[in-house]
Antibody
Framework: EVQLLESGGGLVHPGGSLRLSCAAS????????MDWVRQAPGKGLEWVSA????????YFAGSVKGRFTISRDNSKNTLYLHMNRLRAEDTALYYC?????????????WGQGTLVTVSS | QSVLTQPPSVSGAPGQRVTLSCTGT?????????VHWYQQLPGTAPKLLIY???NRPSGVPDRFSGSKSGTSASLAINGLQAEDEADYYC???????????FGGGTKLTVL
């Protein structure tokens, strides 16, 4: 059974930094691209970032480009999201999700999310 | 403003058929990128409902079906049940943004 467990969320001041982690199990981690998707309180889903199975290629939404980086450690089956220069509008529940594979962008497994609150 | 446009709300009575729309542009759905659909029950993480326009993951009832035409896609739910009350999101890839995009979501109410 695929399991994705996010951690690292919390309260941070505007301009601060945070690193989210996503521990994966139940599948061959280094065979799949992975994504981060966020959901602001009471709002819809927003795609944030993706990383290829090897970690060589990374992609970002315009709203976080230049402030967030994504990485993975395939030896530890762990995905990361490094968030810098955080803003109030980054406040959201951050989900880690596994892509379906074979070039498809569908997200077939999701974690339960970790909450990031940016506030002074 | 979401790149993909979904109606904010849809409702139907138990047993009815409802259709949820997702409208894109020539840089996403119209560029022949696949559309995927997710169901989000209150207080839970999203769940993949339809992938690749019209494919159901194992465990998803065949009451749910997807289709795509031109710059739009649709999710149809037959035999509506109370447990279908949830938020539904469409997703595709956008070539001009070089990333995935979601619709704003549709809240389905079962009357």
């Amino acid at each position: 059974e695929v399991q994705l467990l996010e951690s690292g969320g919390g309260l941070v001041h505007p301009g601060g930094s945070l690193r989210l982690s996503c521990a994966a199990s139940g599948f061959t981690f280094n065979n799949y691209a992975m994504d981060w998707v966020r959901q602001a309180p009471g709002k819809g889903l927003e795609w944030v970032s993706a990383i290829s199975d090897s970690g060589y290629s990374t992609y970002f939404a315009g709203s976080v480009k230049g402030r967030f980086t994504i990485s993975r450690d395939n030896s530890k089956n762990t995905l990361y999201l490094h968030m810098n220069r955080l803003r109030a509008e980054d406040t959201a529940l951050y989900y880690c999700a596994k892509e379906g594979g074979t070039g498809s962008t569908d997200l077939d497994s999701w974690g339960q999310g970790t909450l990031v609150t940016v506030s002074s | 403003q979401s790149v993909l446009t979904q109606p904010p709300s849809v409702s139907g009575a138990p047993g009815q058929r409802v259709t949820l729309s997702c409208t894109g542009t020539s840089s996403n759905i119209g560029a022949d990128f696949d559309v995927h659909w997710y169901q989000q029950l209150p207080g839970t993480a999203p769940k993949l409902l339809i992938y690749g326009n019209n494919n159901r993951p194992s465990g998803v009832p065949d009451r749910f079906s997807g289709s795509k035409s031109g710059t739009s896609a649709s999710l149809a739910i037959n035999g509506l049940q109370a447990e279908d009350e949830a938020d539904y999101y469409c997703q595709s890839y956008d070539t001009s943004l070089s990333g995935s995009v979601f619709g704003g979501g549709t809240k389905l109410t079962v009357l």
